[in-house]
């Protein structure tokens, strides 16, 4: 005997969708181009930790365009890539990043897509709750790029609601989660303000 009915299962079905379009949309990545990036593990897990929302974790391999330059917009525009990127930001209701620090700043990548993306929407942010953390294998665990990034993306509509740093990231992150139990309350005071604000 069936258990549903086809009537039965067709409304189990329109309220698991409805339930499903109604959910919040995170975007999260990290400004890493690394494969092993410890910064993306960060954000997987800071992401996992929002309850009832649809995560969708871009790599920044996927928007890897040619530098930046203004001769290059001048003739050629804007490339697709910087253009898909600015939607996807445009499309979701929070935004979760994690920064990786080289000499101080922004990585290359990050930097490059964040040049492009600036010159397709100078309010590249779009005013959408943000969670902006970074880590690092060092003791300030990024601090020099979240403090970079902290002043400068508000002047992209960036509405910063949470900031997050983690410090020493192989003494304190295991098996996809923080291990240190100061840290990791800290985080999840965080993700509850952003998760607030979605
Ligand atoms: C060129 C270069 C510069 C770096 N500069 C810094 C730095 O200024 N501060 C820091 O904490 N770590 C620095 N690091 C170490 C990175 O934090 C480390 O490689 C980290 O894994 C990068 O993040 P990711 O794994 O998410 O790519 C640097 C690494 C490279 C390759």
Redesign the pocket.
């Known amino acids: 005997m069936e258990l549903f009915s086809l009537e039965n299962k067709y409304i189990l079905l329109s309220f698991v969708l409805s339930k499903t379009s109604m959910m919040k949309k995170i975007l999260a990545f990290?400004g890493?181009n690394?494969s092993?990036?410890?910064?993306?593990q960060l954000v997987t897990y800071a992401s996992s930790l929002v309850e009832n929302v649809k995560v969708n974790i871009l790599d920044l391999n996927d928007y890897e365009m040619s530098i930046y330059s203004s001769d290059r917009e001048k003739n050629s525009g804007h490339p697709q890539q910087a253009i898909d990127f600015v939607e996807q930001i445009k499309n979701s209701d929070g935004i979760i990043i994690s920064l990786?620090?080289?000499?101080?700043a922004y990585?290359g990548a990050f930097k490059n897509i964040f040049d492009w993306v600036s010159r397709v929407e100078q309010k590249t942010f779009f005013g959408k709750p943000m969670l902006l953390m970074a880590t690092?294998?060092?003791q300030?665990g990024?601090l020099?790029v979240l403090g970079m990034a902290s002043d400068r993306f508000p002047r992209h509509d960036a509405n910063i609601v949470g900031k997050f740093s983690l410090p020493d990231f192989h003494k304190n992150f295991s098996d996809g989660k923080i291990i240190n139990e100061e840290l990791n309350k800290k985080l999840v005071e965080e993700v509850k303000q952003f998760s607030e604000s979605l």
């Open positions: 990290a890493s690394s092993t990036s410890i910064n993306k990786a620090e080289y000499n101080g990585s690092s294998p060092g300030r990024g020099s």
